[in-house]
């Protein structure tokens, strides 16, 4: 679109790097130093043209039911215009990219140019074609950003939620997590992806290039776990299990008692429990009831004095210092709670944003005199 003839006049052969109807002939048009908005003459206005530089500390945006408000805050003032609902977000992006131009956070002179300005409650990023800038606020734009060039991206991977869906970014080995509502993180993972795509020349996130940190990390991993190894006691040599230790000629109590815990299998039996103090007492027990009782016991009975041997050599590993090893029958209940936690906070945080949001709807009307 070409600029009005108004604007044309005023633009003393600088570019304009954009220009968005609002209806009618009134429009927005964008040089990399200011915004110019141009209102035709009308029944109740005159015809009028306003230019906001592009030196500012910050941009605000507030959205009405049919009119956004696009704040230029200055040092000493604020200035703002208004544009069609519709038309904000065609509005905010080359006003953005010009703002952030002239402030140095992307090469403008470069033809570095914004693809997309993603705004929610508390948060904003601005896509461009060669990084990502998130900024977490009310403000579009101010000095307290954070900036991830898509040279140093080497994976984008999604965090699900019910209430907040984290994007992660492993920018030079490390993650980088862009916290977004649920129903936009598939706009926000294609606005990203597909200009993280277009930089590295590839197809899919699985073709970015590997980071320097990715490649040598097996290797650090390997060391660590062969030092952990050796720190251990020393048994295993060159990354082989140790074997599991036998029983001593003497057939010690000791010795049996600390095998048994390692297998962690008390319903099965083992040629070891018959050398364990438990499996001798359960062995004098049967011996005791006499031939009656060893009778039922080849039925029902046999299988309950098993789960008693088995249970009294639990209770003589414990005696001698052993350490069972596997899943605790409170695992599950613990697990069961984090669950609960997890989607009480998530609850919690949804509730937070909606109030957020109120307490921002009230001020904005409250300052409109409301």
Not at 86 to 109: F, H, M, T
Not at 184 to 203: K, P, S, T
Not at 211 to 228: I, K, L, Q, R, V
Not at 238 to 248: I, K, R
Request: proline share 6%; charged share 35%.
């Amino acid at each position: 679109m070409e600029p009005p003839d108004p604007i044309a006049a005023r633009l003393d052969d600088e570019p304009v790097e954009a220009v968005v109807s609002l209806g009618g002939d009134d429009a927005v048009a964008v040089t990399p130093t200011r915004t110019l908005v141009y209102r035709a003459e009308g029944l109740l206005r005159d015809e009028s043209i306003a230019e906001y530089p592009h030196d500012v500390d910050r941009v605000t945006c507030s959205v009405g039911r049919r009119k956004a408000t696009v704040g230029m805050v200055y040092v000493d003032e604020t200035r703002e215009f208004t544009v069609p609902k519709d038309a904000v977000d065609d509005v905010l992006a080359p006003v953005v990219g010009g703002v952030l131009g002239a402030a140095g956070a992307i090469d403008a002179d470069a033809g570095e140019a914004v693809a997309d300005v993603l705004r929610f409650s508390e948060l904003t990023l601005v896509v461009t074609d060669r990084r990502v800038i998130k900024h977490v606020g009310a403000a579009l734009w101010d000095e307290e950003y954070e900036s991830y060039d898509y040279a140093d991206v080497t994976d984008l991977a999604v965090e699900e939620g019910t209430v907040a869906t984290q994007l992660v970014l492993e920018v030079d080995g490390r993650p980088r997590r862009i916290k977004t509502p649920s129903d936009r993180a598939r706009q926000v993972r294609r606005a990203i992806e597909d200009e993280l795509l277009a930089y590295h020349g590839v197809e899919s996130v699985e073709d970015l290039p590997e980071s320097d940190a990715e490649s040598d990390g097996p290797a650090d991993e390997g060391n660590e776990s062969e030092s952990e190894s050796e720190s251990a006691g020393g048994e295993a040599d060159d990354g082989q299990t140790p074997e599991a230790p036998t029983a001593p000629d003497d057939g010690g109590p000791d010795a049996s008692a600390a095998v048994e815990p390692l297998l962690d299998a008390p319903e099965e039996s083992d040629d070891s429990d018959a050398d364990t103090p438990a499996s001798a007492e359960a062995t004098g027990s049967a011996g005791d009831a006499g031939p009656a009782e060893s009778g039922a016991g080849a039925g029902g009975d046999g299988d309950v004095d098993g789960v008693t041997a088995a249970d009294d050599a639990d209770e003589a590993s414990d005696e001698a210092g052993g350490f069972r090893f596997g899943k605790s029958p409170d695992d599950d209940e613990v697990a069961a709670r984090l669950t609960e936690l997890t989607a009480a906070v998530e609850r919690q945080n949804e509730l937070l944003e909606r109030q957020q949001e109120t307490i921002q709807r009230l001020v904005e009307e409250l300052r409109r005199g409301r």
